[in-house]
């Protein structure tokens, strides 16, 4: 059974960081891509980032570029999502989300982790 | 990346049919056929019903089938049952980078 639990979620101040963690189980971790989706309170899903199996194409969305950095340890089976310069809007639900074949969809999500980004 | 144009809110009888529509443009749903859909319950995580425009994943009832036609795609839900309110997502790659996906803003669908 395809497991995804994301943490690292909490409540951080403007301008900080955090670092959220994805633990993959059920699959062979590395040889799909792994993606980072969030949804604000209330509103809909946004596509975040993804990133190949290797590592070696990586993606983000125009909202989190420059300030957001995902990355995986296929030896720990763990999807990683630093985020720098953290500001309201980054207020969300963060899903981790498997890629499916030919990583044409998201397959299998997490339950998420919740970050709230406020003074 | 611009949103998807998805409807705010659809309804429909137990027993009929309904569809949700998911606009977007040449760029994105247009030009690749790599749209998905995704039911979310209140609540939970967003669950995959149909991928690459019209495939279902296995232990998707076929009551879920989707279409494009142009910039458009669609997913239709035929013998609408109660369990089937839920949000839905449509989702498509928007081509820019290997990585660059647009969803839509969903549609919450009412059974009525």
């Known amino acids: 059974e395809v497991q995804l639990v994301e943490s690292g979620g909490g409540l951080v101040q403007p301008g900080r960081s955090l670092r959220l963690s994805c633990a993959a189980s059920?699959?062979?971790?590395?040889?799909?891509?792994m993606h980072w989706v969030r949804q604000a309170p209330g509103k809909g899903l946004e596509w975040v980032s993804g990133?190949?199996?290797?590592?070696?194409?990586?993606g983000y969305a125009d909202s989190v570029k420059g300030r957001f950095t995902i990355s995986r340890d296929n030896a720990k089976n763990s999807l990683y999502l630093q985020m720098n310069s953290l500001r309201a809007e980054d207020t969300a639900l963060y899903y981790c989300?498997?890629?499916?074949?030919?990583?044409?969809?998201?397959?299998?999500w997490g339950q998420g982790t919740l970050v709230t980004v406020s003074s | 990346q611009s949103a998807l144009t998805q409807p705010a809110s659809v309804s429909g009888s137990p027993g009929q049919s309904i569809t949700i529509s998911c606009t977007g443009t040449?760029?994105?749903?247009?030009?690749?056929?790599?749209v998905s859909w995704y039911q979310q319950h209140p609540g939970k995580a967003p669950k995959l019903m149909i991928y690459?425009?019209?495939k279902r994943p296995s232990g998707v009832s076929n009551r879920f089938s989707g279409s494009k036609s142009g910039n458009t795609a669609s997913l239709t839900i035929s013998g609408l049952q109660a369990e089937d309110e839920a949000d839905y997502y449509c989702?498509?790659?928007?081509?820019?980078?290997?990585?660059?996906?647009?969803f839509g803003g969903g549609t919450k669908l009412t059974v009525l």
């Open positions: 990133i190949s199996w290797n590592s070696g194409s990586i």
């Open positions: 040449s760029s994105d749903v247009g030009s690749y056929n790599l």
């Open positions: 989702c498509s790659y928007a081509g820019s980078s290997t990585f660059d996906w647009v």
């Open positions: 059920g699959f062979t971790f590395d040889d799909y891509a």
């Open positions: 690459e425009g019209s």
């Open positions: 989300a498997k890629g499916g074949s030919l990583d044409s969809h998201f397959d299998y």
